[in-house]
């Protein structure tokens, strides 16, 4: 830890302190929050968001990244508590933890890459959304009767008056000076306002206390037996995927706000050991944070001290600071909130409506919907398949070909574009065996044959041409698309010097199993 303070000049040093004292401070409710939603005392969520803070700060792959209790996880963990109790997601946590450090040991962290930008836009505004709605929660109040409605009166007045000032404060201050982050000010301001004036308004304190000791090393309280950890291993495993997904998705939005690159692979290791020390010491678990990562890079933290920091400060609150935090007003952290929200949407997108693609607009919009009505797992996942849908068939009509006739009278169809599970079709209705001359080529030299699908057809058209009698000549075929192909093997005129070499995806000895 040392070291890492070493590494960095006086003015990082202080701008990782302050904003890593900004992050702590907008930790606190988030955590309590998401510790309500799983059914677990807050102080659970304090714990996850102090562990995951400081272990992935440390070990990581992307500095200045905040990671924490996340809604994320604490609306998959819901069902666990409810039905099995806490220990067993304290072992869940664990086990979690573990996938996630496979999944980098085994280098999977590159997959984020097959994420398309429409999918990545439609993910950053589904959670921009997704934190707005969060915020309105704060709007609301419980009567004696357990009642639940809006706020009202000067109650809204106060509330919506503190949100104002402090989206102010956010957003003018740096015009004036950027020694101290902005957002920092903007809580004690507030903070000593509502003090000052007394005001009557809702405070961390009112959602629940946050005092308590040292998180204590504990061995989850389950029977080690194979019906434990069936029940156990499912909701680990969605855990670790939507944990490593919003991960790495937010390590590329931070990789675009500082305009440097993290380590992705390094990340899922980082976030892997944190969570399975966070479940050895009573925590839900976690993943990064868009919100308090935004908050921390656009305080100024760039390097791995900000989220030291910020870990630190938030056990100092648990410990000895709760009676003073607890006094922050609801209004202020709404506010600052708000302006991450701000800063978290793509706004760009509105402008790109008819500029790209239709197909690409709707599946960012889909991302975004499915963000705020499902999670973000699911959206992700929808997002990616569609785009691979979009893909597939944008390129199965790209395949064409050029007709023409050799000096031996022969027909010659020389094939443009990828030959696919989804162009078969299209290649199939390329040809009219019944009507072309009794000597026919294929030329696949400006083609590419890609799959088993691809092979199929390839064979399915040498049948057609034997079959009403005719000479069938394949050209430019690679040598793994020769040994794979079983009727048209033969036809096949080799060139050494000219056939291509690539790789077909399909395994040779899957395909002639299946002969």
Excluded at 252 to 276: F, H, K, Y
Excluded at 330 to 344: E, P, R
Excluded at 431 to 452: E, I, L, M
Excluded at 454 to 463: F, R, S
Aim: some cysteine; glycine content about 10%; hydrophobic content about 50%.
């Amino acid at each position: 830890m040392f070291s890492l303070i070493r590494k960095n000049s006086p003015e990082n040093i202080k701008n990782d302190t302050l904003s890593g004292l900004t992050v702590a401070l907008a930790l606190v409710p988030e955590a309590v929050a998401f510790a309500l939603v799983a059914h677990v005392n807050p102080l659970v969520g304090l714990y996850a968001a102090f562990m995951m803070g400081l272990v992935t700060a440390i070990l990581g792959g992307r500095p200045g990244m905040i990671s924490g209790a996340t809604g994320a996880i604490a609306v998959v963990v819901v069902a666990l508590v409810v039905n099995h109790g806490v220990e067993y997601l304290f072992a869940a946590v664990i086990l979690m933890g573990l996938i996630q450090i496979l999944f980098g040991v085994l280098k999977l962290g590159k997959f984020i890459r097959l994420v398309p930008h429409p999918v990545f836009l439609g993910f950053v505004n589904g959670l921009a959304l997704v934190i707005f709605l969060a915020q309105l929660q704060h709007f609301k109040v419980t009567d004696a009767q357990g009642v639940t409605h809006w706020l009202s009166g000067n109650g809204l007045f106060i509330m919506l008056g503190l949100v104002v000032l402090t989206m102010f404060i956010i957003e003018f201050l740096p015009r004036l000076t950027t020694a101290v982050p902005s957002t920092l000010v903007a809580i004690i301001v507030g903070t000593l306002l509502t003090i000052g004036l007394d005001l009557d308004t809702r405070t961390v304190g009112d959602m629940a206390s946050i005092k308590g000791g040292l998180p204590q090393f504990h061995i989850p309280q389950i029977p080690l037996n194979l019906e434990a950890f069936r029940i156990v291993l499912p909701y680990a495993f969605i855990m670790a995927m939507v944990g490593l997904i919003e991960s790495l998705l937010t390590l590329n939005l931070i990789d675009e706000l500082t305009e440097t690159r993290g380590q992705p692979n390094r990340e899922c290791i980082g976030q892997g050991v944190a969570n399975s020390l966070t479940g050895l010491f009573g925590g839900m678990g976690g993943c990064a944070m868009v919100g308090q990562s935004i908050i921390n890079i656009k305080s100024g933290g760039r390097g791995r001290l900000s989220g030291i920091v910020a870990a630190l400060f938030l056990l100092s609150f648990i410990l000895v600071g709760s009676p003073l935090i607890e006094r922050i007003p609801l209004g202020v952290l709404v506010g600052v909130m708000f302006m991450v929200v701000i800063g978290t949407f793509e706004w760009c997108s509105f402008r790109l409506i008819g500029k790209i693609p239709l197909a690409d607009t709707l599946i960012g919009i889909s991302v975004a919907v499915i963000t705020v009505f499902a999670d973000l797992a699911i959206a992700v996942l929808s997002g990616v398949i569609l785009s691979a849908l979009v893909f597939a068939w944008q390129h199965a009509r790209q395949i064409h070909a050029e007709i023409s006739e050799n000096k031996m009278g022969g027909k010659v169809y020389r094939l443009n574009g990828p030959l696919f599970f989804a162009s078969v079709q299209n290649f199939q209705e390329i040809f009219d065996p019944k009507n072309d001359p009794d000597d026919v080529v294929v030329d696949f030299q400006n083609s590419r044959v890609a799959d088993h699908s691809a092979i199929k057809a390839i064979d399915k058209l040498a049948e057609r041409y034997l079959k009403e009698g005719k000479r069938l000549h394949l050209k430019h075929l690679s040598q793994e698309c020769r040994l794979l192909l079983k009727t048209a093997g033969d036809l096949v005129e080799v060139n050494v010097v000219e056939d291509p070499h690539y790789h077909v995806a399909v395994d040779k000895k899957d395909f002639v199993a299946q002969q």
